[in-house]
């Protein structure tokens, strides 16, 4: 019995011994060269982290623990520059130099990793289209040239999404590839294939914080799906006089909610085409209210004449992060609209260009 009972307390002992050692936690053991001693501070904004350590010999530590895989930034007291990398609970290596902190060479997250190999497939699309050359280059551009860059700049975004949704697919279990859902998730046209997407993602990422937020803007956006009743609304126009969204679409045979903003370069080019559909069908029953996402009114009701969107225009004047319209119609960019029956009903989303006229012609005749 006393050995069954021994034997009992060493493997209880041991035990707790192998979860202590196998206990998540950091410890980033780093080089700096050009400086004998000093100070050194890594910081995370969003889990409030601030530690400092001392340079001995150009030698630091940092030692602590992470929830999840957390952006943070080394900088040197007293020196210019800063690292910003990806930190996980692993043994990780930073090596670098006073002189140029922010090129430091940062081993061992496998997250940072990840982000390496994602840069590189996104620098070779940089290369083929010679991006940041002809970006520098639209401002002093003729018209012509404008509409060739635009062009050009069109295929680099589509060649650059097709990359992201490619990591994507082949890294289901990096804590990257919900990171780059949250920055394309605009690109897909229904809730039933940004949850496809969503469901490829390996069991070890449920819970981080990113993949939940992606699972909250899904759930937001099969509220605005085509075949839903789009949520109501009341705003103030352009008039400062309250207007309820449900009451002109009433008053409508069709109604386009067009979100937009005036600071928004795609909305903006989209404003004549969607002036010259509201001339052709106004009279058939085509109503609009354009629902703007600025903050500064002037700014707003400049756009509004400069374009001559002589239909609602609504504007809560709030930012983006706090304005219920942004959560309400699960928006993830300016540029965004619906066109709705005069029940609510969704019939279309996101219908720009000829495509908007097309659409509308069809549903008028």
């Not at 902190?101 to 990840?114: H, N, P, R």
């Not at 920055?183 to 070890?204: L, P, Q, Y």
């Not at 979100?259 to 559909?277: H, M, Q, Y």
Request: glycine share 6%; hydrophobic share 35%; net charge negative.
């Amino acid at each position: 019995m006393r050995k069954i009972l021994l034997l009992s307390i060493i493997v209880f002992t041991l035990a707790a011994c192998q979860q202590h050692i196998d206990s998540p936690s950091y410890i980033i053991t780093g080089t700096i060269a050009g400086i004998e001693n000093g100070n050194i501070i890594i910081q995370s904004k969003s889990i409030g982290l601030a530690d400092t350590s001392i340079i001995d010999n150009g030698k630091f530590v940092f030692k602590g623990k992470v929830d999840e895989p957390v952006v943070c930034v080394i900088s040197v007291v007293g020196a210019s520059g800063k690292r910003v990398f990806y930190l996980e609970n692993s043994n990780i290596t930073f090596n670098g130099n006073i002189k140029s902190i922010d090129k430091a060479v940062v081993t061992g997250s496998q997250l940072e990793s990840d982000k390496n190999k994602y840069n590189s497939l996104l620098h070779i699309v940089d290369i083929k289209y010679n991006a940041e050359e002809i970006d520098g280059e639209y401002d002093s551009a003729n018209d012509n040239r404008k509409e060739e860059i635009l062009q050009i700049f069109d295929l680099y975004d589509k060649e650059q999404l097709a990359i992201k949704k490619q990591f994507i697919k082949e890294n289901p279990a990096s804590f990257l590839s919900p990171i780059i859902l949250w920055d394309i998730d605009w690109s897909f046209k229904t809730a039933n294939e940004f949850d496809e997407c969503i469901s490829h993602f390996d069991a070890s990422l449920n819970g981080y914080s990113y993949l939940e937020d992606i699972k909250e803007i899904f759930s937001r956006l099969r509220k605005v799906e085509i075949g839903r009743i789009a949520p109501d609304f009341t705003m103030n126009d352009s008039e400062n006089k309250s207007v309820t969204m449900s009451e002109i679409c009433k008053e409508s045979k069709y109604l386009l909610i067009d979100f937009w903003a005036s600071g928004c370069g795609p909305c903006r080019k989209e404003n004549p085409n969607i002036v010259r559909a509201y001339n052709r069908f106004h009279d058939k029953g085509l109503n609009i209210i354009g629902v703007s996402t600025d903050t500064n009114k002037e700014n707003w009701l400049n756009a509004i004449e400069n374009d001559g969107l002589i239909w609602t225009n609504v504007c809560n004047l709030k930012k983006w992060k706090d304005n219920e319209i942004v959560q309400l119609y699960a928006l993830r960019q300016q540029s965004e609209n619906l066109l709705l029956d005069n029940t609510g009903r969704i019939i279309s989303k996101n219908i720009k260009g000829e495509e908007l006229h097309r659409k509308l012609e069809e549903l008028m005749n």
